[in-house]
């Protein structure tokens, strides 16, 4: 029979190196917030799939929702024949992305090309070529979301040259010593060192950085972002790519932050485990592009559609999104208790169910434990709890576990998490 061993010598021989492998666990059926692996063991999943699994593994209604359209057809090319999902999960995010102006929404596959897409129509419409980016941020791996992204290793590595006019700006980390103060002075420091604020099309920016360590945006961040842009005639582009589909306790993340963006882009949960991402934003700024200007064989597709418009009807009938802020609040509890035993946790932090516990030695910010958060990683795993890391130094253990799990599976995983701390020497 298969082992996890077996396969990941077969693995090794038959797959790129390039692409990582957080643990050598192959899956072999998952449901909601459990998986069982090949060997038959079971895990309970706080990664959800990289935030992809808001509604758990298979939620039922939106396999039923996939089967449904798959009877149907499964394939068109919306710019081909169109369907009435496309249209419809379009109006949906319309309605719900912040801001009193009317919407449109592009769709596209994956998180890094609904990026690549706001880009573009941001140069359209602006018509001029710069975009401010953030260190520390992660946009994806193609090569204009490579360029915007504020991490080199091991992202970047060997990959450039990347598109030209892409400036990174510092966010700010107030329990870091970095002020947002010190943050819009890094953007006026482009503005003179770099690229002129007027021939700057757009600020790119994560409500929460996720790849980056959970950094949440201070309250006041992205209304002075956004005053910073109107008085130079900048685009604001909040990437919810990992922040969207209702992880933060509200759809977008941005509902929180004080200030509408121009454009959002979403992926990941948006679909509940089917591949589809979008642009919304500002009609008059989305329809800059001229007609043949967007779109993509597989963008927007009617099965990813389907899966959408499930989740969105899954969010209200099990009020996901109070959820989310209930879990957020629980794992948020529960991990402060924590780290009064265990002084390697220097931060626990997080908005709504996005939450993340940061290691230093000493319990410093400023000494970050890479190496601790990898043994709590693995350790974990072999008590059949799977964790993630994050952050600019990889010392960042994050929870973005599914919206559905029952108590009782949260419960067992924070005990899990717990012995874990215990067991490693936290
Ligand atoms: N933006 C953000 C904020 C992300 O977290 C990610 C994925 N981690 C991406 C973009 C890229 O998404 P994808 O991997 O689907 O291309």
Known sequence: HLTNAALLARRQAAVVRGVGHAHTIFAERASNAEVWDVEGRRFIDFAGGIAVLNTGHCHPKVIAAVKAQMDKFTHTCFQVLAYEPYVELAERLNALAP???????LFLTTGAEAVENAIKIARSHTGRPGVIAFGGGYHGRTMMTLGLTGKVAPYKLGFGPFPADVFHATWP???RGISVDDAIASIEAIFRNDIEASRVAAIIAEPVQGEGGFHVAPPEFFPRLRALCDQHGILLIADEVQTGAGRTGTWFASEQMGAAPDMITSAKSLAGGFPISAVTG?????????????????????????????VLEVFEEEQLLARARHLGEKMMTSLRILARRHRSMAEVRGLGAMVAIEFGRDGELAQPDAELAKKVVAAAAERGLILLTCGTWGNVVRILVPLTASDAVIDEGLAILASVLDHVGA
Request: with cysteine; charged share 15%; aromatic share 6%.
């Open 173 to 175: 980390m107030p329990s």
């Open 282 to 310: 500002r009609a008059e700024v989305m329809d800059a592009p001229a007609p043949g200007g967007l779109g993509g064989t597989y963008a927007g597709s009617p099965l990813g559609c389907a899966a959408a418009l499930a």
């Open 99 to 105: 801001g009193q102006f009317a919407k449109k929404t």
